[in-house]
């Protein structure tokens, strides 16, 4: 079993003088200022809410019939908001993304965690209902996942009651699970509440894996905070994986060696894209919803290697016979008067031969 290694380190002249492109001074001139405080403010996380161990039986909570082929995307860090708010996240870009997933006319959006800027201000999920109607009038299955942002305010536990009004599917729920169709099997976590071992939502997934069923052949992984995500060691660092992801990690990497289905992790957080595996586990991180772009030092084991920025993107996942494909499509120029999306990383996950 093994763990993502760090980047090397910087030559000694060079620690503590990154060097940046050009595109990400400009980003960190106009945004930075009004990052830090906010980052410090949510550092305090929701780990004391109430957490729901009655979700514990095998099975899906949910099961979703869905085309054939079935395609469904993966995003996150979206935070609707007032559109009149261009700071704290892009609203074009937000909402252009949103049309365009709608135009994939896909089975399935998961969403993965951060869709309101501020989880106890009512209007943010007014706006998030608003800028995805064409989700709902395509009939579109959404599956959102609690982020920081969700508990953002000083009152976390109306930021929990806000996303149950808006998805009162879940109420009363903080993770859950989702089969769409035969094949794929949602798993929808809570990084603000315990990962490790032993814990309520530890155990809920370790019977959720045992109890797999036998015509599964991918299981995703939607959860905010990153398990595996490169290292940074300039700025943004307080992104870096905790303990609390990392024991997921460790689980998934030794469920993975016995378990009929591949795994793949779909995480946020961080506002840009990686994917890395490890132990035959994928970890993306893709949270270009519109959030303000986050800039990464790609490390070596990030097998996405491009420098361009900033990275609005989605990830649209196709279901084939024998794998399932992906394919991260990105805002080519978010400062362009019309936006369009180019293919820039594309990936397979072949069925486990049974």
């Given at each position: 079993?093994?763990?993502?290694?760090?980047?090397?380190?910087?030559?000694?002249?060079?620690?503590?003088?990154?060097?940046?492109?050009p595109a990400m001074l400009i980003w960190m001139r106009r945004f930075l200022p009004f990052l830090v405080l906010p980052a410090l403010l949510l550092a305090q996380n929701a780990l004391n809410l109430p957490t729901n161990d009655l979700l514990s039986e095998p099975g899906p909570t949910f099961r979703i019939e869905v085309p054939d082929p079935l395609t469904f995307v993966a995003?996150?860090?979206?935070?609707?908001?007032?559109?009149?708010?261009?700071?704290?996240?892009?609203?074009?870009?937000?909402?252009?993304?949103?049309?365009?997933?709608?135009?994939?006319k896909p089975g399935a959006v998961i969403l993965n965690g951060d869709v309101p800027l501020n989880g106890d201000v009512p209007n943010d999920y007014a706006v998030?209902?608003?800028?995805?109607?064409?989700?709902?009038?395509?009939?579109?299955?959404?599956?959102?996942?609690?982020?920081?942002?969700?508990?953002?305010?000083?009152?976390?536990?109306r930021g929990l009651e806000n996303w149950w009004t808006n998805f009162p599917e879940l109420r009363n729920r903080r993770w859950y699970s989702a089969q769409l169709g035969s094949r794929v099997y949602v798993l929808a976590l809570d990084s603000d509440a315990s990962l490790l071992p032993g814990s309520d939502q530890a155990r809920w997934i370790e019977k959720q894996i045992d109890g797999l069923p036998a015509s599964i052949d991918f299981v995703i992984v939607t959860m905010h905070h990153p398990p595996v995500a490169d290292i940074q060691q300039h700025i943004f660092v307080d992104h870096n994986p905790r303990p609390n992801e990392i024991a997921l990690r460790d689980y998934l990497s030794k469920a993975a060696q016995t378990s009929h289905a591949r795994f793949l992790v779909s995480a946020g957080h961080i506002h840009n894209?990686?994917?890395?595996?490890?132990?035959?586990?994928?970890?993306?991180?893709?949270?270009g919803g519109g959030a303000t772009p986050y800039f990464v030092e790609r490390a070596p084991q990030d097998v996405y290697k491009s420098i361009l920025f900033p990275n609005f993107h989605y990830v649209k996942f196709t279901l084939e016979k024998d794998r399932l494909h992906g394919a991260m499509y990105r805002i080519a120029d978010p400062e362009s008067p019309t936006l369009a999306v180019a293919l820039k990383d594309s990936f397979d996950l072949a069925v486990k031969p049974r």
């Open positions: 079993m093994s763990s993502p290694k760090p980047p090397e380190r910087a030559a000694a002249a060079n620690i503590g003088r990154p060097t940046f492109p995003y996150g860090d979206q935070r609707f908001t007032d559109p009149s708010n261009v700071r704290s996240t892009d609203p074009r870009v937000r909402h252009w993304l949103v049309n365009q997933i709608a135009t994939e998030f209902q608003s800028e995805t109607k064409a989700w709902r009038d395509a009939h579109v299955h959404v599956f959102p996942t609690l982020g920081n942002h969700e508990f953002a305010g000083p009152d976390k536990q894209y990686e994917r890395n595996i490890v132990d035959g586990v994928v970890y993306l991180v893709a949270g």
